[in-house]
């Protein structure tokens, strides 16, 4: 299966969506999943898990998860005590904004979890309780939708990411324990990030976690959602992405670069995961 690209049902001028307190279970969470918007997750109560990028993470009250665009991720809410969290979604031009003279942007804190590979913030008290507040008020503008309530949405963001950024700061909380699963687990996928535009095998990978090739693709699945497949072709796409969005070199250079054997195969995997071949997908980012 393929990751699903999630759509968001909101206006160009207001790439914003919002999912209020949503209760969590396997049958309503999506599968693995990706998109070019920012998200922020906070959990209000229940249990789970939560796969992000290359790690295996706890979710309990009070936990933040800070997931940069085109980052693969999926829940996995607990079966007994099913997770209640908000999700904000949006585009990172939603909150852009001049420097002031400051070297701060309010997308900072998704720079720091990318070049970290740190997606979880455990919130202290007083932090839980501004997220939340500011949550409540997000939910209200929208229901209400007052005169001026897009804007007011966009500063209740901003300051969200203010405070996230500040906290990150402070250093004072983080995921004291974050990957759960067995160490070869969290070993594999440290090494598949490190090695997913060469050659890699079911068979290699469970030689070097010491397992069965079919234990090591059954827990893959059942911690990542994902076949060991499917995730180093999506690692590969993520960054091809990059390539193209952020450098001139050709297509044809692209493809064998993210580990793709053939110019078939990497347009037919672009097409699938991005929703568009890597031409289009280039031309109309730098279009924008």
């Not at 904000?88 to 939603?94: A, D, M, T």
Request: charged share 20%; proline share 5%.
């Amino acid at each position: 299966m393929n990751p699903i690209r999630k759509q968001f049902d909101a206006q160009p001028e207001f790439p914003f969506s919002f999912n209020y307190r949503d209760r969590k279970t396997a049958q309503l969470e999506l599968p693995h999943h990706l998109h070019d918007w920012h998200e922020l997750v906070y959990v209000h109560s229940g249990m789970g898990s939560f796969f992000i990028d290359r790690t295996i993470y706890e979710m309990r009250r009070g936990d933040l998860f800070i997931i940069p665009g085109s980052t693969i991720h999926q829940a996995f809410p607990d079966k007994d005590d099913p997770v209640t969290s908000t999700a904000v979604f949006f585009s990172p031009e939603l909150v852009r904004q001049t420097s002031l003279g400051e070297s701060f942007s309010y997308l900072q804190c998704f720079d720091s979890c990318s070049s970290n590979h740190a997606y979880k913030l455990e919130c202290p008290a007083a932090l839980e309780s501004q997220l939340e507040d500011k949550l409540a008020a997000i939910q209200s503008e929208l229901t209400g939708q007052p005169s001026g309530y897009r804007h007011s949405i966009v500063l209740y963001v901003q300051y969200l990411l203010l405070l996230i950024h500040r906290e990150q700061r402070a250093g004072s909380s983080g995921s004291r324990s974050p990957f759960v699963g067995p160490n070869w687990m969290r070993q594999s996928l440290l090494y598949i990030d490190g090695h997913y535009c060469e050659q890699i095998s079911l068979s290699s990978l469970s030689r070097l976690a010491s397992v069965s090739s079919a234990h090591f693709s059954r827990v893959f699945k059942q911690l990542t959602g994902m076949s060991v497949t499917d995730y180093i072709n999506v690692k590969r796409v993520i960054r091809a992405k990059e390539l193209l969005l952020h450098t001139d070199d050709s297509i044809s250079s692209i493809a064998p670069a993210c580990g793709f054997d053939s110019m078939p195969h990497f347009h037919r995997k672009f097409k699938q995961i991005v929703g568009l071949t890597p031409s289009h997908y280039r031309h109309n980012s730098t279009a924008r």
